[in-house]
């Protein structure tokens, strides 16, 4: 969780920045937050969906290992 917040933050914060340069004018502060929400609920989502499916490989990946392990110690 705290790997989500922290790579949406990292990259999200530039992500808006930059796509904001090419929007349409924004000329109140209520159109600037509703295109910073919009952009960044997007980023939110890629990075979340990016970390949980390294987390899964990972975790997968740790738990084949384990298993290598464990069962070549019982051949042993």
């Known amino acids: 969780m705290q790997t989500t917040f ?3 933050i990292v990259v999200g914060a ?3 920045a930059a796509l904001s ?3 349409p004018p924004l000329e109140t502060w209520g159109q600037r937050a509703e295109f910073a929400v919009r952009v960044g ?3 939110w989502l890629c990075t979340a969906t990016g970390v949980y499916l390294y987390a ?3 975790e997968s990946g740790v738990e084949t290992e384990e298993a290598d392990a464990a ?3 019982a051949e042993a």
């Open 6 to 8: 922290v790579l949406t």
């Open 14 to 16: 530039p992500v808006v």
């Open 21 to 23: 340069l090419f929007a």
């Open 41 to 43: 609920a997007l980023v």
């Open 56 to 58: 899964r490989r990972t």
């Open 71 to 73: 069962e070549a110690e």
